[in-house]
């Protein structure tokens, strides 16, 4: 008997993807439920390139014969969904933000911290990280092995999908308002987004930092370290897909380039793509639609005894949450951890 899916959150840009990774991955399943709103029910969404699924609705799904859910709606949707999924034996790997500072559910990026995964049998849900922390700790890792990471400060420079499909129709919209010379709105984001950056994503915290900047360090140290201290600037810039990120690294051992370069490159799931030239470098826009961590513009940092900076981007509906939950539920699957 094959293995029963659901994905909670179909018809949205994150639930999109869910469903084309798990078919472009041939993910070991005998069936693939789409579960939305009711105000989705009966409309399809693309599963693969050639099938199609149509959408039910969640409040009155049977979840009895699911195995796996992902989870892709929301928090307020995680919050009252999430547990009463979990308890009819199937195990939820959650998008949102709910559950990944619950210090009983495991926050997992497979290439990292798989060996922390066993531990969702507790409360049968597992949490995957934000976007941006997602990519960050795949470039950070193998550095992490080699030298051992004691502070990072990282910049972003996040795609407006990171706010679902309202962030990239604001964009689209706002964009041809202004070349037309109609009145731009805004609907999602504090300020214009078109043509423009925000440094600002989700709310203020009485520190003065984001609730994004403080996910970024809390997540980091829960999957990779929490000796390591983390300081993080985000900043929502005007590209549809794909979040770029300009980190400063500082280690207690002696750094050498061509090695880190090198672990960098055989780090499964990160690709070095670094020539000292114009253009010799990835951008968001070239890294949409791909799985891969890109890390550019690698070199020392001349400020601190042993510092290195370098440029890494990523399709954030990919790695950073499509293709991070499908790769644990497959992870889940080859350890033999369902129930």
Not at 236 to 259: C, L, M, N, S, Y
Request: hydrophobic letters at 40%; proline letters at 4%.
């Amino acid at each position: 008997m094959g293995i029963k899916v659901a994905v909670v959150g179909a018809t949205g840009a994150v639930g999109r993807e869910m469903l084309q990774t798990l078919e472009e991955r041939d993910f070991p399943s005998d069936e693939v439920v789409a579960l939305a709103s009711s105000k989705s029910i009966g409309k399809e969404v693309s599963y693969g390139d050639d099938r199609s699924l149509k959408v039910q609705g969640l409040d009155a799904y049977d979840f009895s014969g699911i195995d796996i859910a992902l989870f892709s709606a929301g928090g307020s949707i995680s919050s009252e969904f999430g547990p009463k999924v979990a308890s009819q034996g199937a195990v939820v790997i959650d998008n949102s933000s709910k559950w990944r500072m619950e210090p009983d559910i495991p926050l997992i990026v497979p290439e990292v911290n798989s060996s922390d995964i066993a531990s969702f049998k507790k409360r049968n849900i597992i949490a995957n990280p934000n976007c941006s922390t997602a990519q960050l700790v795949m470039a950070l890792k193998p550095l992490h092995d080699l030298y051992k990471i004691k502070r990072v400060v990282v910049s972003t420079y996040q795609s407006v999908s990171g706010a679902g499909n309202s962030g990239m129709d604001e964009l689209f919209n706002q964009t041809r308002a202004v070349y037309v010379n109609d009145p731009v709105e805004n609907k999602e984001f504090s300020k214009q987004i078109a043509f423009n950056c925000i440094p600002h994503i989700d709310i203020f915290m009485d520190d003065g930092f984001t609730k994004e900047e403080w996910k970024m360090v809390a997540e980091t140290k829960k999957i990779l370290d929490p000796n390591i201290e983390v300081v993080a600037h985000c900043v929502r810039v005007p590209v549809f897909i794909g979040h770029a990120e300009a980190v400063f690294i500082e280690t207690t051992k002696q750094i050498d380039e061509g090695e880190a370069r090198e672990s960098l490159n055989n780090f499964p799931g990160v690709v070095v793509v670094d020539h000292r030239e114009s253009g010799g470098y990835v951008t968001q826009q070239e890294c949409a639609g791909e799985d891969a961590v890109y890390v550019s513009r690698l070199r020392k940092d001349p400020t601190v005894k042993n510092g290195l900076v370098f440029w890494c981007v990523s399709d954030n509906l990919r790695k950073g949450a499509a293709l991070n939950a499908v790769q644990i539920a497959e992870t889940v699957v080859k350890r033999h951890l369902l129930n």
